[in-house]
């Protein structure tokens, strides 16, 4: 079946602009979550989702960002005001509900900031 | 809070040689442990997990996890390594009794293996 897709896989913007990502995840998964890769470094946890409660926001960076998700299905990261530090690779991943669930990854947006 | 700690930024193994990469983790609860592969230009793969049960357990491509809670860490371990298992290695972890939350990452450990 489809994975958890991811668009667009490459974006590259001005400082200064707005970007948003977006997420499909797996049809049927409850949870999605938003992870920040920066060169040559580990997963940054953003925020997940989880059903219809309030998302975890506890890792978003600052408040040029924000994430939405409709339901249990699409998702959006939005960047506002995009600096330089914000380039990296964002991922996505969505699991089922049980905490026993791995998380199953899309491929990433590479986000370059000129 | 829970978190994970990968000591090593790079292991070199010989192709046909035992791995091992190394994890240690921090959580109050009962820790859910994952591994997941990254090859270049692709997303993670999940490789394998602990929930609780027998420590060594068997993932995907040959490779198995040894969960040690008075060590309170969780290496990954291949009997015999190929050139094809070079890769970035991510462990993780999870708070088993505090209800859903983040899955919480190491900083990744690069594999290398020369053939």
């Known amino acids: 079946g489809a994975g958890v897709s991811q668009s667009p896989s490459n974006k590259v913007t001005e400082k200064g602009k707005d970007v948003e990502l977006r997420c499909d995840p797996i049809?049927?998964?409850?949870?999605l979550y938003w992870y920040r890769q920066r060169l040559g470094q580990g997963l940054e946890f953003l925020i997940y989702?989880?059903?219809?409660?309030?998302?975890?926001k506890s890792g978003l960076p600052s408040d040029r960002f924000s994430a939405e998700r409709t339901g249990e299905s699409v998702s959006t990261l939005t960047i506002q005001r995009t600096q330089q530090e914000d380039s990296a690779v964002y991922l996505c991943?969505?699991?089922?509900?049980?905490?026993?669930?791995?998380?199953?990854f899309g491929n990433g947006t590479r986000l370059t900031v000129t | 809070a829970q978190s994970v700690a990968q000591p090593e930024d790079q292991v070199n193994v010989a192709e046909g040689n035992p791995l091992t990469v190394k994890c240690t983790y921090s959580?109050?609860?009962?820790?859910?442990l994952f591994w997941y592969v990254q090859y270049p230009n692709r997303g993670l793969q999940f490789l394998l997990k602990?929930?609780?049960?027998?420590?060594l357990v068997k993932g995907s491509y040959g490779f198995e996890a040894e969960f040690n809670k008075s060590q309170t860490s969780f290496h990954l371990k291949k009997p015999s390594a190929l050139v094809s298992d070079s890769a970035l290695y991510f462990c993780?972890?999870?708070?088993?009794?505090?209800?859903?939350?983040?899955?919480?990452f190491g900083t990744g450990t690069r594999l290398l293996v020369s053939p």
């Open positions: 991943a969505s699991s089922w509900t049980s905490r026993e669930s791995p998380l199953h």
């Open positions: 049809s049927g998964h409850t949870a």
């Open positions: 989702f989880q059903g219809n409660s309030a998302p975890d």
């Open positions: 959580v109050s609860g009962n820790p859910y």
């Open positions: 602990y929930i609780t049960g027998d420590n």
């Open positions: 993780a972890v999870r708070d088993g009794d505090t209800g859903f939350q983040k899955l919480v």
